[in-house]
């Protein structure tokens, strides 16, 4: 799994989390969204958990990027925003979990693991 967030904070936490479940691997944490776009191309992990607001061109172009260059990653935006217009533009950018954050740990392990089990079964 990749973690794209410009917060180290969150970054840390969300791989701290994530790495205590015995079946999920965070492979990278990227702190913009180039790198984040590099990151997946070259590492091609399962998931990328995405922020919505990142510096280096925003959390739709990175989704629209990573789905372009790596079309079988999975696509979970991680934000503190919850308005209509972030969640339509992440989704028409190819997201398909959106989680605000804040929301409970166990939420977040759910999303990711439904997440790859799409992955699995090949379905969207």
Same mark, same amino acid.
């Given at each position: ?5 410009? !917060?180290?904070?969150?970054?840390? $936490? *969300?791989?701290? #989390? %994530?790495?205590? +479940?015995?079946?999920?691997?965070? @492979?990278? /944490?990227?702190? !913009?969204?180039?790198?984040?776009? $590099? *990151?997946?191309? #070259? %590492?091609?992990? +399962?998931?990328?958990?995405?922020? @919505?607001? /990142? ?7 990175? $989704? ?23 969640? $339509? ?36």
């Amino acid at each position: 799994m990749l973690v794209a967030d410009d !917060n180290p904070v969150i970054g840390d $936490a *969300l791989r701290a #989390l %994530l790495e205590s +479940e015995p079946d999920i691997d965070v @492979v990278a /944490i990227a702190m !913009n969204a180039g790198e984040a776009v $590099a *990151l997946a191309e #070259l %590492l091609v992990p +399962e998931v990328a958990v995405l922020d @919505v607001r /990142i510096p280096g061109g925003g959390g739709a172009w990175m $989704a629209r990027e990573i789905r372009r260059r790596a079309p079988g990653i999975r696509l979970m935006a991680f934000s503190a925003h919850s308005d209509t217009r972030s969640i $339509a533009q992440m989704a028409s950018a190819g997201v398909t979990e959106y989680l605000i954050k804040g929301s409970p740990n166990t939420e977040i392990v759910a999303a990711i693991r439904r997440l790859c089990a799409n992955s699995a079964n090949g379905t969207e």
